[in-house]
T-cell receptor, first 114, second 110 residues
Framework: DGGITQSPKYLFRKEGQNVTLSCEQNLNHDAMYWYRQDPGQGLRLIYY???????QKGDIAEGYSVSREKKESFPLTVTSAQKNPTAFYLC?????????????FGDGTRLSIL | EDQVTQSPEALRLQEGESSSLNCSYTVSGLRGLFWYRQDPGKGPEFLFT???AGEEKEKERLKATLTKKESFLHITAPKPEDSATYLCAVITGTASKLTFGTGTRLQVTL
């Protein structure tokens, strides 16, 4: 069954700690995206990748890092430099890196501060 | 800067009471508008894509329409299972980046 898998579902971060959120897709999609969702705000783009070994900053990239070593995987690291990391993180993908197809989403990871 | 505004923020309907959700946008070069449904604790689920003014799409009790300035999601005779947050997003530029509205939280009661 094709789709986007995000793990873990819940994650807790201690002060000064880096944490990594996993996103895997088996849709053979070219492009992948990371969003942050906060109550009362629209989804905001953190990073996106249109092709393996390449990625671009979105609107709120500070305090985050990504890698795209494989087509199916796009992990997001929330670093200690991100002072307000508590949010719902969503990963998405599209079939092609350009065009106007819809993005399809995983079921998210909720990150909280201990 | 692209902007998407959804209204109302929240809407409470009785079962069978039809209504519309609004998504107004200010963008340069609209290449598509998307509607998503999001249940609590889940990722958005794709509903519709609209590409040009005058276009309409339907799925069960939902119908989406598009003008040059806004889109409507019409809900006909809603049921409690239609309760969710409905998100609108626009795509502009060449990198398939989306700009989202803040959503309309719909509650349908018996």
């Amino acid at each position: 069954d094709g789709g986007i898998t995000q793990s873990p579902k819940y994650l807790f971060r201690k002060e000064g700690q880096n944490v990594t959120l996993s996103c895997e897709q088996n849709l053979n999609h070219d492009a992948m995206y990371w969003y942050r969702q906060d109550p009362g705000q629209g989804l905001r783009l953190i990073y996106y990748s249109q092709i393996v070994n390449d990625f671009q900053k979105g609107d709120i990239a500070e305090g985050y890092s990504v890698s795209r070593e494989k087509k199916e995987s796009f992990p997001l690291t929330v670093t200690s430099a991100q002072k307000n990391p508590t949010a719902f993180y969503l990963c998405a993908s599209t079939e092609r890196s350009v065009g106007n197809q819809p993005q399809h989403f995983g079921d998210g990871t909720r990150l909280s501060i201990l | 800067e692209d902007q998407v505004t959804q209204s109302p923020e929240a809407l409470r309907l009785q079962e069978g009471e039809s209504s519309s959700l609004n998504c107004s946008y200010t963008v340069s070069g609209l290449r598509g508008l998307f509607w998503y449904r999001q249940d609590p604790g889940k990722g958005p689920e794709f509903l519709f894509t609209l590409y040009s003014a005058g276009e309409e799409k339907e799925k069960e009790r939902l119908k989406a329409t598009l003008t040059k300035k806004e889109s409507f999601l019409h809900i006909t005779a809603p049921k409690p299972e239609d309760s969710a947050t409905y998100l609108c997003a626009v795509i502009t530029g060449t990198a398939s980046k989306l700009t989202f509205g803040t959503g309309t939280r719909l509650q349908v009661t018996l």
